[in-house]
């Protein structure tokens, strides 16, 4: 029997910086953006391959609940988390990088901002998406946002809006309403209800 083709999830998060732009760090709730993270890999490993940018503040909690689930004795688990980085951060990477062996390093084009965008089109690139799920974040997770609903226009759209930050800004600009999505902090069965379907 064929293995079945595992659906892809994008992920976009970030923990803001306080020295970086009040609009985000002000609504940030960095315990949430946390636990919100944590859950999703928890609800969406093994079911579906989980794909994201590599921040150094999310890449370290995605590893935790993967060594956990290695440690459980799912060897299969690195099948199931994609990981892509840009070379132009290549001095910045996080030590949990290692960890993990789906690794793509997507060539610096000496420059911060195409370097990103180089990165971002490679991920959205490399195959369908079945949901896009957006955590707290800065500015880079409103330009993920917008590049992933250009690309992947039919993928489910989970602005998290309770974790806060560029998350936030998505939910009340796109003027969703959803209530769980403003205020449910019960993230694994929130992530089970809007992914988990079969």
Known sequence: MAEKQLRNIFLSA???????????????????????????????????RLIWGGHPSITPLVNRVVQKREKEGENLIQKHVKLY????FEDY??????????????????????????MRKAIFNSGDFYAGVFLGGMNGVEDEFELFREYHPTAKLLPVASTG????????EMEIEDERLLNDYSYLSLFKDYLIQE
Do not use: M, W
């Open 93 to 118: 990477f996080p030590d949990d990088n290692n960890k993990f062996e789906n690794v793509t390093l997507v060539e610096s084009t000496g420059e911060r901002e195409s370097s990103l965008l180089a």
């Open 165 to 172: 930050a560029a998350s936030k800004i998505i939910y009340e």
């Open 14 to 48: 970030s923990i803001p910086l306080p020295e970086r732009d009040p609009k985000y760090i002000d609504s940030a709730d960095i315990i949430a953006i946390r636990d919100a993270v944590i859950a999703l890999v928890d609800v969406v490993l093994p079911k579906f």
């Open 85 to 88: 980085q840009s070379l132009y």
